[in-house]
Nanobody, 120 residues
Framework: VQLVESGGGLVQAGGSLRLSCTAS????????MGWLRQAPGKEREGVSC????????YYADSAKGRFTISRDNAKSTLYLQMNSLKPEDTAMYYC??????????????WGQGTQVTVSS
């Protein structure tokens, strides 16, 4: 099983990034998928989650109105479109498979992360 994130980088406040997470070795289309992040010195927190069929999406309060999660089951790929980025969004972003979207727990499989840095 492999989850590979991409799309992170350095962006100015107010800018946008699109993260991708490509999965292999698992039944992607049957699993809830999500994004979590961890900033230095802080606990990991859930950002967004999407049900296996894409019907239900969940967002942390900090992400609502700015981030959009989506998935392409045919490509086994998860996305996170991040707009209006703020310096407080700076963190390592991880995708996770088989999450409980209510509390972001579970997560049988994890990627290595992609760094997002937002400059002020």
């Amino acid at each position: 099983v492999q989850l590979v994130e991409s799309g992170g980088g350095l962006v100015q406040a107010g800018g946008s990034l699109r993260l991708s997470c490509t999965a292999s070795g698992l039944t992607f289309g049957y699993l809830n998928m999500g994004w979590l992040r961890q900033a230095p010195g802080k606990e990991r927190e859930g950002v967004s989650c999407i049900s296996w069929n894409g019907v239900s999406t969940y967002y942390a309060d900090s992400a609502k109105g700015r981030f959009t999660i989506s998935r392409d089951n045919a490509k086994s790929t998860l996305y996170l479109q991040m707009n209006s980025l703020k310096p407080e969004d700076t963190a390592m972003y991880y995708c996770a498979a088989a999450l409980n979207c209510r509390d972001y727990k579970g997560g049988a499989y994890w990627g290595q992360g992609t760094q997002v840095t937002v400059s002020s």
